[in-house]
């Protein structure tokens, strides 16, 4: 990702940005960060950026020519459209969610004023964000030029290194951080508290479990009001929990983000992803939700769990089936013992094996384009090339090899799912398919998620090979509906 800067004050930008976890990531190359000048783009023989404003007030404004000819030449560097951040105090107020949608993008201008402000009509003209990072008034925007850099940038994949991906963070985003103790065991007559030693993970766990929360109903009411009401939702929607274990473990994985909730009928948005659950006990209160929810919709991924509720998104809000799915569940909490099915390792040696078991291990980027050629490409909810890079990049596909060659795969889908799993024609019938579920179950168990698939109707094969692990199905369908 490339980050573009433009100010009055660069080295104040590149100091701020070139130390710690954000610098090392410059120097690995997997962020670039400019500060670009305004003031060598002006035409002034002064080096002058600043003039009154018409009708009289109180101090100088930005001059509308040298911002717009340094953002054309940092567009230009960019190579193609990208957004435009200005940060200001009259800007929506910057949140993680934010953090986390900039990051998906290749490339950022931000934009940093000074004085009273900058001419409007460059901004109507290039920005495309207006951003305040709170409700105080700096004396300009590097500040917040930086800390939108710094969120922004451990967002990206890598900058916090592969043992801390944002994804697996449960719960994150709705409570306040556990309190945490270092060495010594004793300091100043106070003692770390005695659980934190027990060796035993998880009462750990919930202690910490319990500390956040009662630190987050201190500290932040407000918070604490959404976490509880998640929770709510959560205890409702676990009375039918193989039907809606997808919205469950949104709430699980902390991504969930409650859009409707009036008993039975609830909605969630995976904060993530951008696609919508929704679930409804019948249908005039299900129609009361969606006319709630689409009163101004801009279209996108709906995932229902009543037929009554697709039909009214068909006939009444313009959106189109794209799959039906049966959910399947692995509701154990021990992992599916791996009994030979496969070899956890690296697939790099190539040697020669001597038994049929695949080595499994997480693909890289570079796997991006041998993926796409055998993932099959289903109906428009399928993957394209930018999310299948994503869930690479994230850490989130991993490949069976044989003798070192691929011979198939299988991932994680944003929204929390099992998928993409493909075993390579001249592979097939060897247990590949079993190995590489099996291998993902196991992970998600570990990370205390509950595993779980969603089966294309009529994929007879899968159904076979998800009861052969032991998983449960759900009587009723999902539907997914896209406009
Ligand atoms: N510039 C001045 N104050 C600011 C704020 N609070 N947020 C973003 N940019 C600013």
């Known amino acids: 990702m490339k980050i573009q800067i433009?100010?009055?004050?660069?080295?104040?930008?590149?100091?701020?940005?070139?130390?710690?976890?954000?610098?090392?990531?410059?120097?690995?190359?997997?962020?670039?960060?400019?500060?670009?000048?305004?003031?060598?783009?002006?035409?002034?023989?002064?080096r002058k950026v600043d003039d009154y404003p018409y009708g009289g007030?109180?101090?100088?404004?930005?001059?509308?020519?040298?911002?717009?000819?340094?953002?054309?030449?940092?567009?230009?560097?960019?190579?193609?459209?990208?957004?435009?951040?200005?940060?200001?105090p009259q800007g929506e107020t910057f949140t993680q969610e934010h953090?986390?949608?900039?990051?998906?993008?290749?490339?950022?201008?931000?934009?940093?004023?000074?004085?009273?402000?900058?001419?409007?009509?460059?901004?109507?003209?290039?920005?495309?964000?207006?951003?305040?990072?709170?409700?105080?008034?700096?004396?300009?925007?590097?500040?917040?030029?930086?800390?939108?850099?710094?969120?922004?940038?451990?967002?990206?994949?890598?900058?916090?290194?592969?043992?801390?991906?944002?994804?697996?963070?449960?719960?994150?985003?709705?409570?306040?951080?556990?309190?945490?103790?270092s060495r010594p065991r004793v300091w100043r007559g106070m003692p770390v508290p005695d659980v934190l030693l027990s060796g035993n993970q998880r009462q750990i766990d919930a202690?910490?479990?319990?500390?956040?929360?009662?630190?987050?109903?201190?500290?932040?009411?407000?918070?604490?009001?959404k976490y509880c009401r998640l929770w709510d939702c959560h205890k409702r929607l676990m009375r039918q929990k193989l039907l809606h274990i997808d919205m469950t473990e949104l709430i699980v994985r902390g991504k969930a983000h409650v859009l409707y909730d009036d008993g039975e009928e609830i909605c969630l948005l995976d904060k993530e992803s951008g696609i919508r659950f929704a679930t409804a006990g019948e249908e005039d209160a299900g129609r009361r939700m969606l006319f709630s929810l689409?009163?101004?919709?801009?279209?996108?991924?709906?995932?229902?769990?009543?037929?009554?509720?697709?039909?009214?998104?068909?006939?009444?809000?313009?959106?189109a089936r794209i799959m039906t799915c049966e959910q399947a569940v692995y509701t154990r909490r021990e992992k599916i013992p791996v009994r030979g099915r496969y070899l956890a390792a690296d697939p790099a040696g190539g040697t020669l094996q001597t038994d049929q078991r695949p080595r499994i291990c997480r693909l890289t980027p570079d796997w991006l384009d041998t993926v796409a050629?055998?993932?099959?490409?289903?109906?428009?909810?399928?993957?394209?090339?930018?999310?299948?890079?994503?869930?690479?990049?994230?850490?989130?596909?991993?490949?069976?090899?044989?003798?070192?060659?691929?011979?198939?795969?299988?991932?994680?889908?944003?929204?929390?799912s099992i998928g993409f799993l493909t075993v390579l024609p001249e592979y097939r019938r060897r247990g590949i398919g079993g190995a590489l579920e099996t291998y993902l179950i196991n992970?998600?168990?570990?990370?205390?998620?509950?595993?779980?698939?969603?089966?294309?109707?009529?994929?007879?094969?899968?159904?076979?090979?998800?009861?052969?692990?032991?998983?449960?199905f759900s009587r009723e369908k999902i539907f997914w509906l896209q406009r």
């Open 6 to 46: 433009l100010t009055l004050f660069p080295d104040m930008v590149r100091q701020g940005l070139s130390a710690g976890i954000i610098g090392r990531a410059v120097t690995q190359g997997l962020l670039s960060i400019e500060a670009i000048d305004i003031r060598d783009y002006t035409k002034d023989i002064h």
């Open 57 to 88: 007030g109180a101090g100088m404004l930005m001059q509308a020519q040298p911002v717009y000819d340094a953002w054309c030449a940092a567009r230009e560097r960019a190579g193609a459209a990208v957004r435009t951040v200005y940060l200001t």
């Open 99 to 181: 953090a986390k949608a900039f990051a998906k993008e290749d490339g950022l201008i931000l934009l940093c004023g000074h004085y009273e402000g900058i001419d409007e009509r460059v901004l109507d003209t290039v920005v495309t964000d207006y951003i305040s990072i709170g409700d105080y008034v700096l004396t300009g925007g590097e500040l917040a030029a930086m800390v939108l850099t710094d969120a922004v940038a451990r967002m990206v994949p890598g900058v916090l290194g592969n043992e801390r991906s944002g994804e697996a963070e449960s719960f994150e985003g709705e409570l306040l951080e556990y309190p945490q103790y």
């Open 207 to 225: 202690w910490r479990r319990e500390q956040s929360e009662e630190r987050t109903r201190l500290r932040r009411p407000d918070l604490y009001e």
């Open 294 to 319: 689409l009163r101004e919709d801009g279209g996108g991924l709906f995932a229902v769990h009543q037929e009554f509720l697709a039909d009214l998104l068909e006939r009444e809000y313009g959106y």
């Open 373 to 416: 050629a055998h993932y099959e490409m289903t109906g428009s909810a399928g993957a394209d090339l930018p999310y299948l890079m994503e869930r690479l990049e994230k850490g989130w596909m991993f490949g069976a090899f044989l003798d070192g060659q691929l011979a198939g795969f299988a991932g994680m889908h944003t929204e929390g």
């Open 443 to 472: 992970e998600m168990t570990e990370r205390g998620f509950t595993p779980y698939g969603q089966i294309e109707e009529g994929n007879t094969g899968s159904v076979r090979l998800q009861e052969s692990l032991g998983l449960c």
